[in-house]
T-cell receptor, first 115, second 111 residues
Framework: DTAVSQTPKYLVTQMGNDKSIKCEQN?????MYWYKQDSKKFLKIMFS???????INETVPNRFSPKSPDKAHLNLHINSLELGDSAVYFC??????????????FGPGTRLLVL | KQEVTQIPAALSVPEGENLVLNCSFT??????LQWFRQDPGKGLTSLLL?????REQTSGRLNASLDKSSGRSTLYIAASQPGDSATYLC??????????FGKGTRLSVIA
C-alpha cells in the first residue's frame, strides 16, 4: 500500500535531453509538492499544488514545469537538462486543512544523474 | 525568510546512550514543526509532528519538544540502537505551506 509513489526511481540521461518524473498519491490529499535534494543533502521546495492549481513556485528555472492532471498526480517535466539538475527529487503530499497541517508524506525519491 | 539550523551536523554515540538533537528556526511564527528520518539512498519518514499549540510529542523512544518563543526544538532519543543510525531532519512551516528544512544531523549509533 504505497502512499506516495514516484517513477522512475533512478534516471540517468544526457545533457540537453527532456525527461519527466511522475508522482501519485493514494491518500486523498489535496496538496502536493516537489522538493529537490542537492548533493549536499539540502532539501528545498520547488513547487506546491493545491487541488490541481499551482500555489507556490519558488525560484526554479522555467525548464522545470509541473503538471497536475488531477489532484492525485503531480508530474515534473524538465526540458534541456543540465549537469546542475543532478539531484534527488522528492514528491510529497498533505491534507489541506487551513491553518493546521497534517503530516507531509514523502515519496521514495527519484535520483536523477545528468551526464 | 525562514531559516532552519540543526546542530550538530554529525553525531556518533555508543549503543544504549540517550541523545538530543537540536533544531532552531529564525521565524517563530510557525504553525508546525516536523521531524523526519532519512536512511541513506531512501526517502523521508515522518517521525513526529508538533503543532504550534503543542509543547511536545512522543512516539516510543522518541520525544520532540517545541519552544516557539525561543525558536527551538529538540529531538530526544532514549536508549539508542544501531537501527537508529540515519540522518534526522527538522522542518517547519506555516499552515499548508511547503516545509523549510534544516540540513540534518547524521547520527551513527555504534554497537
Amino acid at each position: 500500500d504505497t502512499a506516495v509513489s514516484q517513477t522512475p526511481k533512478y534516471l540517468v540521461t544526457q545533457m540537453g535531453n527532456d525527461k519527466s518524473i511522475k508522482c501519485e498519491q493514494n491518500l486523498g490529499h489535496d496538496t502536493m509538492y516537489w522538493y529537490k535534494q542537492d548533493s549536499k543533502k539540502f532539501l528545498k521546495i520547488m513547487f506546491s499544488y493545491n487541488n490541481k492549481e499551482l500555489i507556490i513556485n519558488e525560484t526554479v528555472p522555467n525548464r522545470f514545469s509541473p503538471k497536475s492532471p488531477d489532484k492525485a498526480h503531480l508530474n515534473l517535466h524538465i526540458n534541456s537538462l543540465e549537469l546542475g539538475d543532478s539531484a534527488v527529487y522528492f514528491c510529497a503530499s498533505s491534507k489541506a486543512s487551513g491553518r493546521t497541517q497534517e503530516t507531509q508524506y514523502f515519496g521514495p525519491g527519484t535520483r536523477l544523474l545528468v551526464l | 525568510k525562514q531559516e532552519v539550523t540543526q546542530i550538530p551536523a554529525a553525531l556518533s554515540v555508543p549503543e544504549g546512550e540517550n541523545l538530543v538533537l537540536n533544531c532552531s528556526f529564525t521565524d517563530s511564527a510557525i504553525y508546525n514543526l516536523q521531524w523526519f528520518r532519512q536512511d541513506p539512498g531512501k526517502g523521508l519518514t515522518s517521525l513526529l509532528l508538533i503543532q504550534s499549540s503543542q509543547r511536545e510529542q512522543t512516539s516510543g523512544r522518541l520525544n520532540a519538544s517545541l519552544d516557539k518563543s525561543s525558536g527551538r526544538s529538540t529531538l530526544y532519543i532514549a536508549a539508542s540502537q544501531p537501527g537508529d543510525s540515519a540522518t534526522y531532519l527538522c522542518a517547519v512551516n506555516r499552515g499548508n505551506t511547503p516545509l523549510v528544512f534544516g540540513k540534518g544531523t547524521r547520527l551513527s549509533v555504534i554497537a
